[in-house]
């Protein structure tokens, strides 16, 4: 049997046994030696997993890590497409970037791309990321809705519901959608999407999309700049949050809605993006290249573009681009 295989079975043998399971036992059922056995359970003791072994008694599963690994993420998962192919890395550029190159090279449409750290993790427009290791869900999902380039912003708007519904799911806290990719708590950023494709004039190849969202992320390891912008959702709630059981009700979410997109239009989804919207109804400040905008956010549109009354009382539409927003008056 195959190393990767065999790592897997002993996993499981010790995950189902909540006690001890002896190096007999699991010799027979695997048939291995105990010599192989031990190198197996050091293997899974560098990857974090915390294992006693007794002599006579065996070994007994202790603590799983708080680590992202496929195995763990699939376990109890439950989706038909995303996730079924889960990419993971300890360290990467950025996911966004692997993902694509998954999906130039044919990789099947729901791969998800996870990495404990990025070191070129990106923004829109050539913005950083911050994506310190361990402590964040930094991941993209391939897509291959067959859709016109010009919708693929409905891509964005889901995901924001998708994610928005998965955080409040775990952990209870009211997190908020900021036009056009930001989810907010307590006034702070605490999750971006990224929203990128690959396209012709009327159809679109592929789409990644890229999350990034601050999990277990202490406030003063942020870095400087985005100190007073920037939060993670353990600052918050005041504890660590397992980024594994977020990790599977997110892929979840994405695709319930992802789904519900396909078979319903996106209109019941905005419905739901204008429950969850902050800014909706309140005065926004928009800049547009070297371009500011006063008014009062009135809507969105099955575009993704934001309806704003402007103070001179004339309505304009602001299409998802190059565009920031901020709350008004600021
Ligand atoms: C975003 O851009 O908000 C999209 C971020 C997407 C990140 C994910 S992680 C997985 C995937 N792989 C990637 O390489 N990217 C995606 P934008 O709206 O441009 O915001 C970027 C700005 O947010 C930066 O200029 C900083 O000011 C701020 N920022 C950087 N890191 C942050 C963090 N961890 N939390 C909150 N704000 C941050």
Known sequence: MEGKVMREKILQLLR??????????????????????WKYVNGLREEGYN?????????????????LLPEEVKDGLNTTLLGKNIVYFKEIDSTNNKCKNLGQMGSEEGTVVVAEAQKSGRGRIGRYWNSPSGMGIWMSVLLRPQISPMEAPKVTLLAAVAVTSAIRKCTGIDVGIKWPNDLMVEGKKVCGILTEMSAEMDSVNYIVLG?????NIPLHQFPAEVQ????????VKGGKISRKLLLQEIIRQLEKYYFRWQKEGIAPILKEWR????VLNSPVSIIERDQRWEGIALDILE???????LMDG????FSVGEVSLRPGNG
């Not at 294992?51 to 680590?67: A, C, E, K, Q």
């Open 314 to 317: 004339t309505i304009r539409e």
């Open 51 to 67: 294992i006693t072994s007794v002599p006579r008694l065996g070994y007994r599963l202790d603590d799983i890590p708080d680590l």
């Open 275 to 278: 429950r969850y919207s902050m």
């Open 228 to 235: 007073e912008t920037a939060t993670s959702l353990m600052e």
């Open 211 to 215: 999350i990034g969202l601050n999990v």
């Open 303 to 309: 575009s993704g573009a934001l309806i704003v009354k």
């Open 16 to 37: 189902k046994e909540k006690d001890y399971v002896s190096g007999e036992e699991i010799g027979r059922i695997l048939g291995i030696s105990r010599s192989a056995i």
